[in-house]
Nanobody
Framework: QVQLVESGGGLVQAGGSLRLSCAAS????????MKWFRQAAGKEREFVAA????????LYADSVKGRFTISRDNAKDTVYLQMNTLKPEDTAVYYC??????????????????WGKGTLVTVSS
């Protein structure tokens, strides 16, 4: 089992920055890929970014490319999402998820084995 806890959400003005953290515990050595997703009110959950746990390969949604950066600190079992130049449309609950299956990095949410409870990001205009 792996437990995931997100933190770092909050209220920020458009153009501002936030850094989200996702702390993993439990059988973290089994993690292959970590991903961030978000879900705005009344909308479907969407992929934001992904990183492979060991090699550090990354993948981004087009909507956040160049503004968001995903990274990981293996020593702390933590994944980060640095969000810059935030826009009101970035407002959502952000979730991290872990996949223990060795598959090519992708944008899919299917097959993710563990999920955090989410952290709310609100960007005011």
């Amino acid at each position: 089992q792996v437990q995931l806890v997100e933190s770092g959400g909050g209220l920020v003005q458009a153009g501002g920055s936030l850094r989200l953290s996702c702390a993993a515990s439990g059988r973290t050595l089994t993690i292959y890929t970590m991903k961030w997703f978000r879900q705005a009110a009344g909308k479907e959950r969407e992929f934001v970014a992904a990183i492979t746990w060991n090699a550090g390969r990354t993948l981004y949604a087009d909507s956040v490319k160049g503004r968001f950066t995903i990274s990981r600190d293996n020593a702390k079992d933590t994944v980060y999402l640095q969000m810059n130049t935030l826009k009101p449309e970035d407002t959502a609950v952000y979730y991290c998820a872990a996949d223990i299956t060795i598959v090519p990095i992708s944008t899919t949410s299917g097959g993710m084995d563990y999920w955090g409870k989410g952290t709310l990001v609100t960007v005011s205009s």
